[in-house]
Nanobody, 125 residues
Framework: QVQLVESGGGSVQAGGSLRLSCAAS????????MGWFRQVPGKEREGVAS???????FYADSVRGRFTISKDIVRRTLYLQMDSLKLEDTALYYC???????????????????WGQGTQVTVSS
C-alpha cells in the first residue's frame, strides 16, 4: 500500500526558508517519479517541482531558482528546500508519486495516482 507522509510545514517570515519532507513507503522508491504541488482555497492545485525516475528536476516558473527538489533513496524521502519565501508561497503543500518509470517534466495533477495529506506553509510579512 502506497503511503506518502509530508512534514516540515510551518510559519515563516518572507525571505526565510523551510524544508518539506515526504516519507514514502509501499513502492519501489528508486523507480518512482515524484512531485510537490500546492493549493490555496478557491484555486486549483498547481505543480511546484518534480523529479523523474532518472533524476531530472523540473520547476514551475514561479519557484525556479528559489526551490530545490531532491530525493534520498536510502531514506526513501522526497524533499523540497524552499528559500527566499514569498507571501504568495503560502499554501497547503502536497507530495505526490507515480510508481512506474517516467521521465520529463511531470507537473500536472493528472500525472500522479498517489497523494499525501498535505502540510501547511504560511509566509508572513
Amino acid at each position: 500500500q502506497v503511503q506518502l507522509v509530508e512534514s516540515g510545514g510551518g510559519s515563516v517570515q518572507a525571505g526565510g526558508s523551510l524544508r518539506l519532507s515526504c516519507a514514502a513507503s509501499g513502492f519501489t522508491f528508486s523507480r518512482a517519479y515524484m512531485g510537490w504541488f500546492r493549493q490555496v482555497p478557491g484555486k486549483e492545485r498547481e505543480g511546484v517541482a518534480s523529479t523523474d525516475t532518472y533524476g531530472g528536476a523540473f520547476y514551475a516558473d514561479s519557484v525556479r531558482g528559489r526551490f530545490t527538489i531532491s530525493k534520498d533513496i536510502v531514506r526513501r524521502t522526497l524533499y523540497l528546500q524552499m528559500d527566499s519565501l514569498k507571501l504568495e508561497d503560502t499554501a497547503l503543500y502536497y507530495c505526490a508519486a507515480g510508481t512506474t518509470s517516467r521521465w520529463g517534466q511531470l507537473l500536472r495533477v493528472g500525472d500522479y495516482p498517489y497523494w499525501g495529506q498535505g502540510t501547511q506553509v504560511t509566509v508572513s510579512s
